[in-house]
């Protein structure tokens, strides 16, 4: 089911967030960045599983039935995206400049497309082996590997690439993938390289400047207002270090003050309002008292219940 118009426009961008409401939240972030660089650009749609505050501002929504409340609903983009052609990014992400040169980079792009190397097979970068591959052993050269967070699809020809990742999801425990410290932990990386080995759709290899990854890097100066980007982050032997157009924060690091912070101010420059130096102090000392607090608790764990053990065991042996 969904909301937008009947004739399929050529080009924009698309998030997905489904489940709990900081998913929602997250996409609205990523929402407010895109409007404050992007204020004409092209059309930014959210893929979801209801429409509510958080979507209101979305240009168009798509409603996805039976989701699976993960990073798999990815898998879905080939089916769901709701243009012509779509540059998925995902909700954890937040724009640092105009995205209309992403258009160039993936415009030799195969009809999905994501943002990598391929590597022969026994290379230590190389996500799978050819005898991973299972049944599709014959129809892989070589092991792609790619970054996530951004990818590209045209609405054609992708009922085969659908089918393939449908069938690697059913099968997944068939299937190995080097590179992932848990075997047989379902991710939407590993099916997605997969199917475009089988498929024969080469990654895009010219990426370097599209995003920082956030976890892997080391940042200097970060200023969503000026798009000013400074960072040190090493890939592929590449070391790369400012001037890109997202940084891809990673869920597990949205509650760090550097995500929070400019987050907020994403959210008051898309509104026309000035940042306030009290809410941003008030985010500073949330975010330390509620990391003190990550740090703390586990040892309260621990301390807590020996000190009740203990005043237990005194009061059964009289010396209270």
Not at 100 to 123: A, E, T
Request: one cysteine or more; glycine letters at 8%.
């Amino acid at each position: 089911m969904t909301r937008y118009s009947d004739i399929m426009r050529t080009r924009g961008f698309v998030t997905i967030a489904t489940g709990g409401e900081i998913y929602y939240k997250l996409a609205r972030n990523l929402l407010c960045s895109y409007r404050f660089h992007n204020p004409d650009g092209l059309p930014f749609a959210i893929i979801c599983d209801e429409e509510n505050k958080f979507t209101s501002g979305f240009d168009d929504v798509v409603l996805m039935d039976n989701p699976s409340f993960s990073p798999v609903d990815k898998l879905r983009l080939s089916d769901l995206a709701p243009y012509d052609e779509t540059i998925f990014i995902d909700s954890d992400c937040l724009v640092y400049r105009n995205l209309d040169g992403l258009w160039d980079i993936f415009k030799n792009s195969p009809d999905f497309g994501v943002l990598g190397s391929l590597y022969p097979f026994g290379s230590s970068e190389a996500w799978f082996t050819k005898e991973d591959a299972g049944p599709f052993q014959d129809k892989v050269s070589s092991s792609l590997a790619y970054q996530g967070g951004i990818l590209f699809v045209r609405k054609k020809g992708l009922e085969e690439f659908s089918a393939i990742c449908q069938y690697i999801y059913n099968h997944y425990s068939d299937f190995s993938f080097n590179g992932y410290p848990v075997p047989g932990i379902l991710t939407d990386d590993t099916i997605i390289a997969l199917a475009c080995s089988v498929c024969g759709f080469n990654p895009v290899t010219k990426w370097h400047k599209v995003f920082c990854y956030f976890p892997e890097s080391d940042i200097k100066r970060m200023d969503i207002k000026t798009g000013d980007l400074k960072y040190l982050w090493l890939v592929e032997d590449i070391s790369l270090g400012e001037d890109c157009y997202l940084v891809h924060f990673g869920t597990r690091f949205i509650d760090k003050w550097l995500y929070r912070r400019e987050a907020y101010r994403g959210r008051c420059l898309a509104g026309g309002r000035r940042p306030l130096i009290s809410v941003l102090i008030a985010i500073r000392i949330f975010t330390w008292f509620e990391g003190l607090i990550r740090c703390v608790w586990p040892i309260i764990l621990r301390i807590v219940p020996l000190k009740v053990k203990a005043f237990v065991y005194r009061v059964i042996h009289g010396s209270l």
